[in-house]
């Protein structure tokens, strides 16, 4: 069964860096999604992202943060200067149309130090 | 605007009994969709159905049934004889009918104590 997967599983980095989270949807999706989870609390929207441009973003998708699927399977997510409230799991999802269920990868643990 | 609210934060229950999780949900879309996802303590987010808001039938899927009711904006779900694997935290969910995001609630940590 097709799924949807997240490169690192557990990403440690020092406060001003950059950082990368990897993500492969599903491979006939056509809509990709951001969501971050803070420890302990309810799974956030960041952001979604169609035909190759971002189709909507939250506030907390500020100037830090950019998308980009650099080619026909990855979709990423960039946050420029990482800062401690930027630790959380990051989940990225995908769907075949807009209003279809999302389907959910691992996530990726980020830790800010 | 667009919220979910679950009011139960934890819920234990002992083995093989039923448990209710509720969920309340506020939109001013005539069409959207309401999900349920399971967190298991592994961390993924598992899907576990859909519902759009013309359907208002209610589901059952093995020991997993869903009550959706548009007068009181609720979608429930209910765990029939429960086991200690359904232990999890779970999320009820909202889509607008233009999709993008989705809204989750603050989650129901459900512990089944065996």
């Known amino acids: 069964e097709p799924e949807v997967t997240q490169t690192p599983s557990h990403q440690v980095t020092q406060m001003g860096q950059e950082v990368i989270l990897r993500c492969v949807p599903i491979?006939?999706?056509?809509?990709f999604y951001w969501y971050r989870q803070i420890l302990g609390q309810k799974v956030e929207f960041l952001v979604s992202?169609?035909?190759?441009?971002?189709?909507?973003k939250s506030e907390i998708f500020d100037d830090q943060f950019s998308v980009e699927r650099p080619d026909g399977s990855n979709f990423t997510l960039k946050i420029r200067s990482t800062k401690l409230e930027d630790s959380a799991m990051y989940f990225c999802?995908?769907?075949?149309?807009?209003?279809?269920?999302?389907?959910f990868g691992p996530g990726t643990r980020l830790t800010v130090l | 605007a667009q919220k979910v609210t679950q009011a139960q934060t934890e819920i234990s229950v002992v083995e093989k009994e039923d448990v209710t999780l509720d969920c309340v949900y506020e939109t001013r879309d005539t069409t959207y969709y309401l999900f349920w996802y399971k967190q298991p303590p592994s961390g993924e987010l598992v899907f576990l159905i859909r519902r759009n808001s013309f359907d208002e039938q209610n589901e059952i899927s093995g020991r997993y049934s869903w009550n959706f009711q548009k007068s009181t904006s609720s979608f429930n779900f209910t765990i029939t004889a429960s086991q200690v694997v359904d232990s999890a935290v779970y999320f009820c969910?909202?889509?607008?009918?233009?999709?993008?995001?989705?809204?989750f609630g603050t989650g129901t940590s459900l512990t089944v104590i065996p």
């Open positions: 999802a995908s769907n075949s149309g807009s209003t279809d269920t999302q389907y």
């Open positions: 992202f169609y035909n190759n441009e971002i189709s909507e």
């Open positions: 491979s006939n999706h056509l809509y």
């Open positions: 969910a909202l889509s607008s009918n233009t999709g993008n995001q989705f809204y």
